[in-house]
Every structure is written in C-alpha cells, then in structure tokens.
C-alpha cells in the first residue's frame, strides 16, 4: 500500500512537470512568434520612414521614422506623437487607422497634389505604417516636407498664442531696445505714443519699462512691478513684470494688476483708517485671524495688559498670549493648572460662538470686561476694557445706600421714598412695621398708587384720600403737606408728603401715643369692614 502511494505521487508531480514545461514553451513560442513578427514586419525597411505599433506603443521604427518624431510630453503616448505629426497631411488618418484592425490594410493619401501616402496593415497585432512618396523617387523631400510642416504648424500656432495673448510679451537686446513684441504691446506702445493717428506704427516700438532687472543666469527669472502713465490717464496702470534671460536677449512678460493695485491701496487706507481708529480707542482690541494668530492689536492693548509691543508684533496664537497673560498675573487663575487650561479651550470655544462676555476681577484690583466676537473666515476679536473705576464707584454708591438704608432704619419715623414715575425705591424697617410689611416679601403694588391704597385701606375714613392724587402732583420740590390720619386699630398717625429734587416724593408717617409702638396686624374683620365702607 506504501508502494502504491508513492507510486501515485511520483506521477502526479511528472505529470504537473510536463504541464508546466509544456506552457513555458507556448509561452516562450509565442514571444518568440511576436519578436519574428516584429522582425519580419521591418525586413527589407532600413532605408524607408517605417512605424511598428502594439495598439498606442511603438514598438519599432526605422531611424529615418524616429528622427520625425519630437519627443513625448505629459501624458502623450507614441500614438499620440505620431497622430500630432501626420495630421497635417492626413486631416482624417485618427478616424482611418481606428478600423485597420478589421480592414487588414488600407491606403491613405494626402489631399495636395503629388504628397505623400501611407501604406497601413495589421497583421498578427501590429500595425505597420509605412510612408511612401507621391510622384517623387527620393524620400529626403517627402521628409523635409512633414518637418517644415509640422515646424510651420507649431511657428502658427505660438504666433496665435502671442497675437491673442492679452498678456504683455517683447523681447529686448542688451542695450533695451525691443526687437521683437506681441501685439498687445504693439497696441498699449501705439497708444504711449503722441503722434498722429494716421502715421505709421514706428519700429522698434517704445521701451515703455525700464531699468527692468534681468537674471544673471540662462532660465533664471526675476519679478517686479511697474508702472505705466499713459497720456490721457490720470491714473497710472500697474504691470506686474517677469522677465527672464535667454542668451544675450532678455524676454519679458506683463500682466495688468491695476484693479489689483488700487484695491490693495484701497484696502491700506483703509487699514490704516482702522488703525488710527483703534489707537484713539481706551477698549483694548486684539484681532485673531483665523490660524489663530494676532493679526491686529491697538496701543490700548499694550496699557491695558503691560504685554510688549514687540510680543504682540510677533503674532502670536491665542494660547501665548493667554499664557503670558497668566505669568503676568493679568487673568483670574484658577487653582489647578487643568481647570486654567479647560477655561482657555472654553474661552476659545465660546468666543468662535459669539457668546464669550466675562468679568475678569485680576489680583492686583483691577477689574477687566472681556468680551469675544466671532469675525468672517473664522476670525476673533477679543475687546479688553477697564471696568475698575465703574466697579469701584458701583460699590461706593452701594455701601452708601447701605448707609442710608441703616440710618432710615435707626429713625422711628415710618418712611418711604418714590421716584419720579412713582416706583417705591427706598422704605425703612418702620414703615414695614406701621404698614405691616414683611421686609423679604416681594410686593406686588410697590408704586406710589398702590401704597396709597394699602394706606386708606388701614386707616379711617379722611377727606385726604379723595384728593391725594391732587395734593402729590401739585407739590415742588421742598414743598409738603402734612395732617393726622387714624388706622383702623385706634392709633393717630401724623404724615409728611414732601417734594424731592428731581421730581420724586417722600412721605413720613410718626405715631403720636408712644405706647402702641408695637401693634399686632388689624383683624380680619376689620380689614373686611374698611374695604366694605
């Protein structure tokens, strides 16, 4: 059984070797096969223009074909070379040879008179391309012909190029004379030129830039831009020039920037409108573009946050200058170096956002309003402003109301004060407790009308309340009325209205027996009776 096995084995791998050496040889016959095909296609075609192509390479040619062929750019194939040479001749020879695969072969003629004809034939994957002469015996002509052709074609069209350009062109010898121009210079020279219209163009053409820097070096090029005054133009025209150096001559080509030009003129004025602005402005402005770079700051900037002119003149991102921003003590830092950097990113964030406005309160006192806009294109403008004068005078003017709060409160006479349009903005802890109001409560009649009515609705009947709209609009300032009022609950109460400057009003209200100071709220049915009367 081992013996079998072994047996079957050795066969197999004899038979896999056969195989396998019997494709090498149809491989190796069939190269063979194309390179005599190839071989046999040439024969007898050394001294004739001959082209062998395998579909778009070109596989052989005899040296007389290969000289009439330029060499490949881009992304051209041989096939594309070889057709950009013979249409000339052969306006139709694409369309043509696309069916020479099933014509097997074909003639095609050039359309002039006694030119030259191309014998194609396909056979076993090649297609041969022979070109013959029409009437003449000698090929030299039939070659010089094409090259002159296909020279002619190229001088046509780099003539077109340079006539329709509207791109300035001219050629200058060493000394700057022009020797060679396209016509849109021609035109732009004629119109420099204040002879009459009906004179012939003069040559060579005006010089109409010069001093032009010219390379040193073959290939080297140099850049520059110029400008133009023509005779009838108040504004001058701006070229931006490239000039180059071809052996002893310098080529030149001009393109217009003028509208270029006056927008970047345009645009430094403005500039600098915008600068001279924001110098005279005590807001700090920090302008970021984009890339996160300082793009534009003001002197304020530099006052404000002590950062040096030259720091901030080196554009530095967001994150240096909130980081030298830091080290100079300049921003509310938080305790942990990980919180600082989350409210950095935070900053950013919001700002993008439009919505970044904060009070910065800084360790040396100062107070600091940064707000943070979103700009175009994704820039950022960050306005730094000093609020510490404005928070120091808001808090003075609270620790005084505060003082004046505890002194009315010190006083046993009920008082409160009214604005202009009649607000309640300032009342005592006696007149919470003569009018029974919780000094936390949020009252919803807090206008001089509404406490008029808390004031008759507690008290007993008096002509006062008939004519109290009449008493308080009639009053000047430093001017009153006074009288006795009695509550519900039996006490007499003497009241004040007087006139403030500016238009408000305060009213006092003092109870005359001493030993009901203290009182508990009217009765339910008390207040019941009075609202019913």
Same mark, same amino acid.
């Given at each position: 059984?081992?013996e079998?096995n ?8 004899? @038979?896999a ?8 040889a ?9 390179r ?7 024969r007898?075609? $050394?001294?004739?223009?001959v082209?062998l192509?395998?579909?778009?390479d070109?596989?052989?040619a ?18 594309d070379?070889?057709? &950009?040479v ?10 043509k =040879? ?10 095609l003629?050039a359309?002039?008179l006694g030119?030259?004809s ?12 022979r ?5 003449a015996?000698d090929?030299?002509?039939?070659i010089?012909?094409i090259?002159l052709?296909?020279?002619?074609? $190229?001088?046509?069209? =780099? ?7 509207p791109?300035?062109?001219w050629?200058?010898?060493?000394a ?5 121009a396209n016509?849109?210079y021609l035109?732009?020279?004629d119109?420099?030129?204040?002879r009459?219209?009906?004179s &012939?163009?003069?040559?060579p ?7 032009l820097?010219?390379p040193v $070096?073959?290939?080297?090029?140099? @850049?520059?831009?110029?400008?133009l005054?023509?005779?009838d133009?108040?504004e ?8 180059l150096?071809?052996?002893?001559? &310098?080529?030149h ?7 270029i030009?006056?927008?970047e003129?345009t645009?430094?004025?403005y500039v ?5 602005t924001?110098a005279?402005l005590s @807001?700090?402005l920090a302008i970021?573009?984009?890339?996160q770079?300082?793009?534009?700051f003001?002197?304020?900037?530099v ?5 040096p002119a030259s720091?901030?003149?080196s554009?530095p991102?967001?994150?240096m ?5 830091r080290?100079?003590?300049?921003l509310p830092?938080?305790?942990d170096y990980?919180?600082w950097?989350?409210?950095?990113s935070?900053l950013e ?6 919505s970044?406005?904060e ?8 107070t600091f309003?940064?707000t943070?806009?979103?700009h175009?294109?994704g820039a950022?403008?960050f ?8 928070? &120091?005078?808001t808090?003075?003017?609270?620790a005084?109301? $505060?003082i ?6 010190f ?11 009649g607000?309640?903005i ?7 407790q003569?009018?029974y109001?919780?000094?936390?409560e ?11 009515r808390?004031?008759q ?12 709209q009449? @008493?308080?609009?009639a009053?000047?300032?430093?001017e009153?009325h006074?009288?006795t009022?009695?509550l519900?609950?039996?006490?007499q109460v003497?009241y ?5 400057t500016?238009?408000?009003t305060?009213v006092?209200?003092?109870?005359l ?5 203290t009182?508990?709220p ?12």
């Open positions: 059984m081992p079998q072994i047996f079957e084995l050795l066969f197999v791998t004899a @038979v070797t056969i195989g396998t050496s019997f494709v090498l149809l491989l190796a016959l069939w190269q063979g096969r194309g005599q095909t190839a071989r046999m296609l040439m007898e075609a $050394e001294d004739s223009i082209f192509f395998d579909d778009t070109l596989v052989d005899t040296p007389a074909a290969r000289a009439l062929l330029p060499r490949k750019t881009g992304r051209q194939t041989d096939w070379v070889f057709l &950009s013979f249409s000339h001749h052969f306006p139709d020879i694409a369309a =040879l696309s069916s020479l695969a099933g014509a097997g072969q074909m003639v003629t359309p002039i030119g030259p191309l014998d194609a034939e396909f056979w076993d994957g090649f297609a041969r391309l070109l013959r002469e029409g009437e015996t090929m030299a002509p039939v010089d012909r090259t052709a296909a020279m002619e074609d $190229e001088l046509e069209t =780099l003539r077109g190029l340079s006539t329709d350009s791109q300035l062109i050629k200058q010898d060493p700057g004379i022009v020797t060679w016509q849109a035109d732009l020279a119109s420099c030129d204040v009459s219209s009906d &012939s163009p003069a040559w053409p005006k010089t109409l830039f010069k001093g820097p010219i $070096e073959d290939r080297g090029r140099q @850049v520059m831009r110029a400008s005054h023509l005779p133009e108040r001058p025209l701006v070229y931006d020039i490239t000039s150096r071809r052996g002893m001559h &310098s080529v080509f001009g393109i217009d920037v003028t509208a030009a006056r927008a003129i645009q430094r004025g600098q409108t915008m600068a001279q924001f005279q @807001v700090g970021f573009d984009r890339g770079r300082l793009m534009t003001n002197p304020a900037l006052e404000l946050t002590g950062l720091f901030l003149s554009r991102s967001i994150q200058v909130l980081d030298r921003l080290e100079a003590r300049m830092e938080p305790k990980a919180t950097r989350e409210a950095v935070a964030a919001e700002a993008q956002q439009g970044y406005c009070t910065w309160n800084l360790p040396n006192g100062q309003s940064v943070g806009r979103p175009p294109d950022l403008a306005l730094f402003e000093d609020i510490t004068a404005e928070v &120091s005078l808090r003075r003017f609270r005084e109301i $505060e004046e709060r505890s002194a009315l409160d006083m046993t006479e009920a008082v409160a004060v009214f604005s202009p349009l607000t309640l300032l009342r005592n802890a006696a007149y919470g003569l009018w109001l919780d000094e936390d949020s009252l919803d009649e807090t206008d001089l009308q509404g406490q008029a808390l004031w609705d507690r008290c007993a009947p008096s002509p006062l309340w008939s004519g109290l009449d @008493v308080l609009g009053m000047r300032p430093q009153g006074d009288g009022l009695c519900t609950d039996g006490r003497e004040r209205f007087a006139g403030l500016g238009g408000g305060v006092a209200f003092r109870p027996r001493s030993d009901t100071a009182l508990a009217p009765k339910d049915h008390d207040r019941t009776l009075r609202v019913g009367t």
